[in-house]
């Protein structure tokens, strides 16, 4: 049996569409925390099994009969709410003798890392790759649905504010990374104890980036690089908390530190053709 954790979620959800719409669809359980949101996953025919990262109990009754887990890590902004929730799921998986678990981890995760997210999603990866459970990682680089939440209003101004510099970054397509990860659920076997860089193909500077915008829309748009100091005192303005500034602003420092610049085949390996290039994602959300 398959079970796909966050089938509520964006990426969870969707690689649930693209194993249903192959060869190999039978036999499939999701696992959501939200019983009102899950129901609309009963009309998919597949088995809904309600579980919660915080409830140990309740992952372990998810799991039951699974052998296959993708494992969409957790989205807590709290680092060791967020361990413990690694841990509660990896430990479950192993008292179920799941035999393999697919994990969703983040690009270039290290122990080193700036980003904080990274540095325990390094920690997961060991702990997972130590209990003998054969796994596969996805270590994801930035979603490129993600761009234009990081625009503010600079669709309507023209002007794009962002603490970012001229470093690259690298944006790769959700709906691809669902894509890859349902071929890695249906094909296991190839990717037994492999860790993942997944990425597109190119990366870009956040001028670059504005660029593409402005040939997208027709409108001129110039990218203004700002202190980050100044991005995190309107965060608290705002009333954001600080654990999501924290968070935030250690993700911008992970930019300019180059750690999400990185580019490699993995992705297009495992999808047998080239990722979307982010304009072409792009044209389809502004």
Same mark, same amino acid.
């Given at each position: 049996? !398959?079970?796909? +954790? ?12 693209? !194993? ?54 957790? &989205?807590?902004?709290? $680092? $060791?709410?967020?361990? =413990? ?7 479950? %998986? ?15 995760? $290290? ?6 997210? %990274? ?6 990866? /060991?702990?997972? /790759?130590?209990?003998?459970? +054969? @796994? +596969?990682?996805?270590?994801? +680089?930035? @979603?490129?649905?993600?761009?234009? =939440? ?10 794009? @504010? ?9 944006? %790769? ?6 894509? %890859? ?5 249906? /094909? ?21 980036? &504005? ?11 110039? @990218? ?13 303005? $705002? ?15 992970? !930019?300019? &530190? ?20 982010? /304009? ?7």
């Amino acid at each position: 049996m !398959i079970l796909i +954790t966050g089938a509520t979620g964006q990426l969870g959800g969707a690689t649930l569409d693209f !194993i249903l719409s192959g060869a190999n669809s039978i036999n499939i359980a999701v696992m959501a925390r939200d019983s009102l949101k899950a129901a609309a996953l009963k009309t998919k025919n597949v088995e809904v099994r309600i579980a919660d990262y915080n409830d140990y109990d309740s992952l372990v009754a998810a799991f039951e009969g699974v052998d296959i887990l993708l494992f969409v890590s957790s &989205a807590s902004p709290e $680092s $060791s709410e967020r361990r =413990q929730h690694h841990i509660n799921v990896i430990n479950a %998986a192993k008292e179920n003798k799941v035999k393999h678990v697919i994990y969703t981890s983040v690009l270039k995760a $290290s122990d080193t890392a700036k980003f904080l997210p %990274a540095v325990e999603h390094c920690h997961t990866e /060991q702990y997972l /790759q130590q209990t003998g459970i +054969t @796994y +596969t990682i996805f270590r994801n +680089t930035m @979603y490129a649905e993600a761009v234009p =939440q990081l625009l503010g209003n600079a669709l309507q101004t023209g002007t794009w @504010y962002f603490p970012a510099g001229t470093s690259k970054n690298n944006f %790769a397509s959700r709906t691809d990374i669902a894509e %890859a990860l349902a071929t890695v659920i249906n /094909q296991p076997l190839l990717h037994q104890n492999k860790v993942y860089e997944i990425t597109s193909g190119q990366s870009y500077s956040c001028g670059e980036i &504005a660029e593409i915008i402005s040939r997208i829309t027709g409108k001129p748009m110039t @990218y203004v690089t700002i202190a980050l100091d100044l991005m995190i005192n309107e965060m608290k303005k $705002s009333g954001i908390p600080e654990s999501f500034i924290a968070m935030i602003a250690s993700g911008i420092e992970a !930019i300019d &530190a180059g750690e999400f610049g990185t580019t490699d085949k993995s992705l297009e390996n495992i999808l047998g053709r080239k990722p979307r290039n982010l /304009q072409d994602c792009l044209k389809m959300m502004i």
